[in-house]
Structure formats: C-alpha cells, structure tokens
C-alpha cells in the first residue's frame, strides 16, 4: 500500500468539547500546517539518530512542550521517551469520567507517520481466511456500515512496570498508560462479513502505517491481533473518532482498532490492512517474549525460554484513585472524599473497597455500572482518619467472577506485564 503524500486533517470541532480543548486543537492544526512531524521527531538532537531513548532534563522539558504544541497534549503528561514516542497520565488527571483526547496516554513502537491524507487512506482486508481481497476507502467505511459508539477502555499491557523488582526491560510506566474515550466507527465484524470469512478463519491481525525505527519501509513496526471471536464481538470497532473529533495524530489518525479487554497493543493505530488468518498470527509483537508472560510462575528474575511464554489475552481487575493527588494533607477529623475508576478486561467490576491501615481492614464504597461493555466504572468513598500521622489509601477492585486485585505485586514476569496490585496514595493527616 501507497503511504499517503500529505497531512491532512477534517472535520469540525465538536460542541460538546470545552474551550481548552478547542484551543489545544486549533493550536495543534496551526503547527502541522507549517511544519511536520518528521522535523519534531528529530529536533530533540542528532544523538538519537542512533536509537538512544534517554533525555536529559532540557530535552524533557523541550519533548513536553513540543508534544503539547504538535497533537494536542495536556502539558501534565509523563514523556517516557521520545523515539518513539511515549507518555502517560499522572492518576490525577484522569479524573473525567471519559477520558478527554489530550489526557490519553501515547503509546507507540515506532516513528508516527507523517505523510496522512484521509481523503485518499485505503483500509483492505486479506489473508488466508477470506473468500475474497477488498479495499475500503474511510469514506466508504464511514457510509456503507453502520455507525457504532462505545466508552471503552484501553490499557497498555505493561502498565505499572516501573513496580517490578528485577526491573523489566521496557518503558516503566506507572500507573497511567489507561483511558477510557468513547470511540466512534464501525462494528469490525460487518466489514469482515462484506468481505466474507471461510470456516478456517482462526485469527486477525493488523498492519499500520508508522514506520520502523530504523528507517527501513520493508520492517513492520507492530503487527498484532486477536482470535477470530474476539474480532467477532459487536464492541470491536474500526474507529475514526475519539470523544467526537477525529483521532488524534498520536492516538492513530485516521483510522485505527479498538479491541477492549486486550492489550492496547491489540488496537492497531494508522490502519491501512487487516488479514484473516487461518493459524494464530506471526507478525512483528506477536512471537518471543513481547506481550507474552510465562505459562506457569517463575521466581523473579528467571530466564524464561519462548516456547514457555504464553499469549496476554485477558486484562486482569484493576482500579486508579483520582482524587485527592498523592500527597494530600488533611485536618484531623474531615471526611475525605475519595473517587476513580475500575475495570476488568472482559468482566464487570463487582466491588470496590479502600483501606487506610494497609489492607487489614477494608470499606466498601459505591460504584456504579459501566455504561457499556468495556466501558471502565467509577467509585467514590469517604474516609475518616484516627489520629494525626502519615496514611496510604489503598483501592481494591473485585470482579464479577471473584478475583480482586492483590495487595503487592502479582507474580513477576521478564517484561512485567499485567501488573494489578492496588492503587495507593499518601496522605497527610495534621
């Protein structure tokens, strides 16, 4: 497939969107009319020229700013690195019960294309498992299908990494790299039922547009997917929009999957194809260690062989404290309210409960339903302290099957995925 030959982007601004965000948006178009993306990629210095992902406190700073000017960006993001690029949310500012665009985590494999035109972008669908080859154009996805809208949550498979002891290799995300948007497209099912699906169809996977670090055309970044069920659920959508404006650059624009319960790395970003596999998919993140964790437990820091390493479907139960910020500091004897959100893969969140003595005991607080399948839920407790003194709030989430998030770190894995352990903040009582 032909890359596109220039950035283009359409659509009018929601009504719904508040005036800082119209503003970091019109900022955003401003900067692309005048230079690319390619340009910003570079200019943090030539030194990473050779693949180097370590900033000093300048380059930090400039990557924030340039972030913030380029796509749209809360300025209160976390850079994790810059080729590519990576950033997450500080719990804090994921207090909206949908996850505004600027507020969503970026997480990227490779270089961000830069060469967008959604008037001429191709989306085909293939592969070993389908009676026939097609090509859509996003005009035709938009028109032809129906138009499905969906809060869903999406969470990157290492989430919570920077907790695990031996270090994993990897970005060391914290607690941040989740939202929950509601996304606008199309059910991916109707357009594979267009196409046609054989009764050998066991996989899909996913091919985008970014391109590879090295600079090298003919290396595909991230070619992930998911069993052919999954691709089958009416939640599995092949989106254009986010919160009702077009995606962001960074979050995939024009065209991109979103897969709930899974690894984000599972939602494609920059889609240009999808092939129906008739075996489990081998595309680049599918094999070895990546997105894999070991089939049976493992004391921390073993080697861990391939074949012993086992696909991540499923995410597991987890919860995020929003308010108060870590840190806060009270009077002895107010209530403090507390609130965030929880989910859990493919399940319903049963029961949320906080505890202020370390997980000996535990208060239940309230907690609504999910507005849909996938859809992250909210709570809200208040607390009383005893006396003066330093205080964790822990957060556990239990599911509708009865699992709920374990107090430490669960089992240790060679690049820590799947880190649930309760959410904690400090708090200050005087």
Known sequence: ???????????NSSEERNERSRALMQGRRRFLKNSSLSAIQLAIGAHLLNGSSSLNLNQHAQLKS??????????GMRVLNDRPINAETPAHLLKDLVTPADLFFVRNNGLVPTNINADTWKLTIDGEAVSRTKTYALQELKTRFENVRYQITLECGGNGRQEFNPPAKGNQWTVGAVGCAEWTGVRLRDVLEDVGIKNNAVYIGYHGADLHLSGDPNKEVISRGVPIEKA????????????????????GYPLRLVIGGYPASCSGKWLTGISVRD????????GGQSYRVPCKPVAPGSKVADEDMCIIEQMPVKSLITYPKTGATIKLGDTLPIKGHAWAGERNVQTMALSIDFGKTWQPCNLTKAVNKFAWQHFEGKLKFPDKGYYEVWAKATDDKGESQPMLLPGWNPRGYLNNACHRIAVKVI
């Open 1 to 11: 497939m032909k890359r596109p030959k220039e950035i283009k982007k359409t659509g």
């Open 66 to 75: 340039l972030l913030s000017q380029i796509e749209g960006k809360h300025p």
């Open 232 to 251: 089958m659920e009416p939640e599995t959508i092949i989106a254009w929009a986010m919160n009702g404006e077009d995606l962001p650059v960074l979050n």
């Open 279 to 286: 075996r489990i998919h081998d595309g680049s993140k599918m």
